[in-house]
């Protein structure tokens, strides 16, 4: 079966707009987690969802970031009014349950000019 | 807070050379590790988890209770096992910073 599939692979905006980014995760599996990926830096933890619940919303770095997630499958992840330091690899992960093994995403490269 | 700590943002080694890739942790309890590679233009993707006590690609990784340590090692490194790597606690998924590993040749 197709793995987890992120859209669009890129990315180009301009400051101050706002953004949206897909993620399909592997059909069945009931956690979904987002990360940001700068260069240079690790893995940033953003959110997570257990089924089209999100219980840890910490790790958003911005009210300007939001997340969501319906039918307990398709997740999307908005940056509204994006500033160039948004500029990143989002990438997405699911599993089977929590604490599983995840599997990850191609990622959305973000540009912010 | 549950933490991982991977301290060498960059580690070099030579071919065929042993290589040990640091993790510490600051949990209570009986955490549960991984450790998840991402080679060049490929998706991160899982290596080995420290319950299933198994090798992959050379690698083993042993939880120290005592030194709060889950150290990945590989007796010889090679050129292909240049990528990324991310120690992670599957207790709430918060990766370490990653350690970039360059086997020379």
């Known amino acids: 079966g197709a793995g987890v599939s992120q859209s669009p692979s890129n990315k180009v905006t301009e400051k101050g707009k706002d953004v949206e980014l897909r993620c399909d995760p592997i059909?069945?599996?009931?956690?979904l987690y987002w990360y940001r990926q700068s260069l240079g830096q690790g893995l940033e933890f953003l959110i997570y969802?257990?089924?089209?619940?999100?219980?840890?919303k910490s790790g958003l770095p911005s009210d300007r970031f939001s997340a969501e997630r319906t039918g307990g499958s398709v997740s999307t992840l908005t940056i509204q009014r994006t500033q160039q330091e948004d500029s990143a690899v989002y990438l997405c992960?699911?599993?089977?349950?929590?604490?599983?093994?995840?599997?990850f995403g191609s990622g959305t490269q973000l540009s912010v000019l | 807070a549950q933490r991982v700590t991977q301290p060498e943002k960059l580690l070099s080694v030579f071919k065929g050379a042993p290589v040990e890739l640091k993790c510490n942790y600051s949990?209570?309890?009986?955490?549960?590790l991984f450790w998840y590679v991402q080679y060049s233009r490929q998706r991160l993707q899982l290596l080995l988890r420290?319950?299933s006590r198994e090798s992959i690609k050379g690698f083993t990784a042993d939880l120290n209770k005592g030194e709060t340590s889950f150290h990945l090692k590989k007796p010889f490194a090679q050129e292909e096992d240049s990528a990324m790597y991310y120690c992670?606690?599957?207790?709430?998924?918060?990766f370490g910073a990653g350690t970039r590993l360059t086997v020379k040749p």
């Open positions: 969802f257990q089924g089209n619940s999100a219980p840890d």
């Open positions: 992670a606690p599957h207790n709430d998924m918060r």
């Open positions: 949990y209570s309890g009986s955490p549960e």
């Open positions: 059909s069945g599996h009931t956690a």
């Open positions: 992960a699911s599993s089977l349950a929590l604490n599983e093994k995840l599997f």
């Open positions: 420290h319950i």
